[in-house]
């Protein structure tokens, strides 16, 4: 028998007979085989966690909630996600990681977790994409912000391609694929964008070879690593001086 929206297939369903032969025929069968979807508010939240604020709206996906549901209706103690904002306001999209000024969350300002809804604020942008704090308090186009909005809300992470590494520092070798952590990039990003110079990894292998896995410790004859030969930093693919060996485990001499 299929549940209608809301509705779950009871416990044991399998040991339910319908009303009719076929299961369907018969409006009451929805009584007999099925029960209503617990809603998060009828969970209760292990230790160091509590309901969302909007735990009556949340369905659960069994019936009772069980511990699957735990991320669909808990949070962290004292998260901002935790709170219940007013009618025509919504989470902020970063609550789940803003702490709020009380542990339950209940003395703590609305302004601090919630906001209009429909304002950038609420929205949450895309992967490769950042919040532009500038248009923050902006309206969207409707009262709930959607995709349709992203471009007026959120700033595309430029690539590290133009970023200016600081003294001591060169860009990667693949610098124009990757990402900054920030938009736009900043110092936070100069791990991500840059490599010592002076190391081997700031040498470009050729095509088939890869870095050794001390290139990061090696260094090169010449701070470009320009005039140094490519055995230095630089192995065929497929040796295992190019595997990097866990923790507890160190390559062999040979």
Known sequence: HHCPNGYVHRSNSKD???????CGESSKDDDICCEAVSRCNSMTCPLGRVLRGNAPQLLCSTSPCGDTDDDT??????????????????????????????????DTPYSTCC???????????????A????????????FKCTDADRDL??????????????????LRDDAAAV???TSPCGTADRNTCCVEEGKCTAMTCPQFYLHKT????????????????????????????THKCPDTMVLRTD
């Open 131 to 142: 919040a532009n704090n500038g248009t923050a308090d902006a309206h969207c186009s409707s």
């Open 73 to 106: 209706c808990c949070t962290a103690v004292g998260k901002c996600s935790s709170m219940t904002c007013p009618f025509g306001m919504k989470h902020r999209a970063d609550a789940g990681t803003i702490e709020c000024s009380d542990k339950a969350c209940l």
């Open 153 to 170: 809300c959120c700033n595309e992470i430029p690539t590290c391609g133009g970023y200016g590494c600081p003294a001591g520092w060169a």
């Open 115 to 129: 906001e209009e809804d429909g304002k950038c604020s609420t929205y949450k942008c895309p992967a490769g994409y």
């Open 214 to 241: 001390t290139a990061a410790t090696t260094y090169c004859l010449d701070k470009s690593c320009n005039n140094t030969e490519m055995s230095r930093c630089c192995e065929e693919e497929g040796r295992c001086s």
């Open 16 to 22: 339910l007979l319908c009303r009719k032969s076929k």
């Open 179 to 181: 990402k900054c952590k």
